[in-house]
């Protein structure tokens, strides 16, 4: 059984907060639920309850949602599942991203392809770009991952699984990306605005099949089993996901 | 490149229509595109378009929504990518599952913990046993599953990341699903009704901590770019999510 | 207390369908349920269960969703409920409707306005203003409308309250309805795609203001109170709704 | 053409902002928007914009949002606007009310049913019957509403065309009401949580037909026509909504 270390990240849980930390010896979490000294916490096993608090080990979820420092749009959990879901993604997967924003995708991508696989990132902002890499480097040893600040350039001799745009003209290079997909090879965006569903579905028109155009919404209930309701608010609007595989056409067979 | 061979399962598209065929040689698809012999296929690459059909290779979405035989409620997709999300599945990990069903998120878990993980699943009802196995063998050849016609049982001395329960009555089964579970582990369920979600949190109430029910709904939209909007007619519902953690009070810390 | 008596509109509920009959002496409905024949009901009190049909005295509701003859788009109860709201539409209102199609909101304005109301609607189209015509002879007599068979022409010295534009492209006839309003009259309009709504909001940003957009979604619950849950499927979308308040800029006073 | 006098309730729109008024000679309206002396408003008409504000003629809707004074759980317009559709109130409808709350569903009703209707209203709690009883006087005068400070009692003569009960536990009201309605008569209820959906449903069995059960969904949009997109966050969970008919078994006839 694995137990808590100096320096693992762990997921404080008070009420329906959470909190990602560093477990840095010395140092404490203060919060609404009194103090929690970290080095209280090594050699404990995670899932434990200390007082007000819950200590769990952070999962993937955790990380994109508490431990990315974000200087973009948010990927929230509801979006992120459906992206590794619909792009297939498992052990071994290739993928390449265009805007890797704050690396939370990059991050689901890394996590989801695992050691066998690859993920190719560019974010060509410099700011975003180094926002990421940090977050990477920070948030878990992801030899897998490389991230170019740069255009989708080169690897051309390689194919591609998958790949995913989140910038803000996803259209401007569903061209150069289905290059770099293997035949089949599967495409997703998320953009904010139906202006922008409309123009990506104009890119999509050449080359992909299979298009797919949706919004997910999640509502999460309080949880009292004698008073069972939706919570008041919820998050109304991320993004329209839009999904597509590569397509040939070939000369009909003679059927 | 890999190219369509005999046996392959093929995805067939034909509008907003999809079908999961096996490509048997000598065989044909007849649709309302027409007929597509199987073998003009072999030899071709994943994602050809032949007249009016596209022709894929299957993802696991398409093996779970086409391809499972059901006798028991559908899973779908909105979902099924929320349950991976939330129970971290990766690389290697391992699961446990009470009611296997038909099978699809047997398969789901199974792809998503690739050849290091391990899937262990329960399906008490003979006849759901024997479908789930037989969907099982022809989708893929899964051997980190292992399907029991019985009760949860055993391995006493494996520790499971995650636990997915899909019966009836979850909260008969959570006590002893939670004592299979490593500390700190992940613990999901799915109910159609309201009053099973009152239960589900009366059984989380020992044991589990960070308890979330959420719903999921998913809108997909017409692919016109010229006349964006939502399909006519959706789900409106599936299932009630329930996540929680395991979790152990410990004697608080001096603090 | 009223009885049924003939020629009496009648709904009659069987499980979960409702149908809209007139009470024609001699005949008879033939359902699931068995053959009820009318002269049973008559001098009865409306509300009754006879074997397994319930007979109800029609509600508006009831008449624009079962009695309405459609050549053009259903209007749904919540839209049709929104659209009242936001219209501010009661006894006495002047109420301008641009596109009657088969007449169900002319009945829907005609009844909340009321005897001191008034209704004017165009339906241009001869085949649909034919249609509309014969449902509102048909439902009720409707002394407060009058339908026309043409563009919004004339009335101009008349001062509306509120104005309904329903037609394929609302933003043409913006200015022209404008002009029929009373200062802060309210202007209300439903399209059914998103690149419409684009255009309508092109079209308020003259002369309008508190323009407001929105989408309603309505679920129903299946009425099981041990198995409480939503029905499986539900109407994903019918149109965007907006709603806008005439206005007029004026020298700005001297603060 | 009407005109701004002394006294009136105004509404001032900034932005996305909305404020309630009352036109008092010499004060004024203090935002982000700048001053707004009120002395300069007399004599203007309706649906004027000064600077940044606009300024109309307050609806139902802006009464019900704006100016009702709160002790209770608000009433949202996406369910007002069904409750008063449902209940098929109109120019001379006879409502019965359970449970004034702040009074904001007494307005509508009385707004709705106008001066040839009547609704009477009870509201149990002395705090919340004071409150609702200065929300009317201040919003309107509103001869045809009789608020009691006691349980539903008395009426017995009467026979009203809707009820609609707004409290904790509505199932105990239901026989009392039900004996108020006409044959035939209208029913509504709303209830934050599930379980109560279930008690309400039970307490339906007897006397009632014709139950749905709904909740609805409003989520608003950004009008902005270059970049179309649903608000970021909506309200996820008001109440859900009941609604049936009064109902007589009788003797099946002869068929």
């Not at 050691?115 to 990477?136: C, D, M, T």
């Not at 904010?192 to 949706?214: H, K, W, Y």
Request: net charge negative; glycine share 10%; hydrophobic share 40%.
């Amino acid at each position: 059984m694995s137990t808590i270390q100096e320096n693992d990240f762990i997921l404080i849980v008070y009420q329906d907060r959470r909190y990602l930390k560093r477990l840095e010896p010395g140092k404490a979490f203060h919060g609404k639920g009194g103090i929690l000294p970290f080095t209280s916490l090594i050699g404990l096993p995670f899932g434990v309850r200390l007082g007000e608090y819950d200590v769990y080990e952070p999962i993937l979820e955790d990380l994109i949602m508490y431990g990315v420092k974000r200087e973009t749009q948010i990927v929230y959990p509801k979006d992120a599942a459906m992206i590794g879901f619909k792009l297939n993604i498992r052990c071994g997967s290739r993928v390449i991203e265009v805007g890797a924003g704050s690396g939370a995708l990059t991050l689901l991508f890394s996590r989801l392809a695992g050691p066998e696989g690859q993920v190719v990132s560019f974010e060509k902002e410099e700011r975003h770009f180094r926002n990421a890499q940090k977050n990477l480097d920070r948030l878990g040893s992801l030899k897998n991952v490389s991230l170019h600040q740069d255009d989708v350039i080169g690897y051309e001799d390689e194919e591609f699984d998958a790949a995913f745009i989140d910038v803000r003209e996803p259209w401007l290079h569903m061209e150069k990306v289905r290059s770099l997909l293997k035949a089949g090879g599967l495409l997703g965006t998320i953009v904010p605005t139906a202006n922008q569903v409309s123009d990506c579905l104009r890119g999509l028109q050449v080359g992909f099949g299979d298009i797919e155009v949706m919004e997910i919404m999640l509502r999460y209930y309080k949880i009292n089993a004698e008073r069972l309701r939706p919570q008041d608010r919820m998050v109304a609007h991320t993004g329209y996901l839009a999904f597509a595989r590569k397509i040939e056409e070939v000369v009909p067979p003679q059927v």
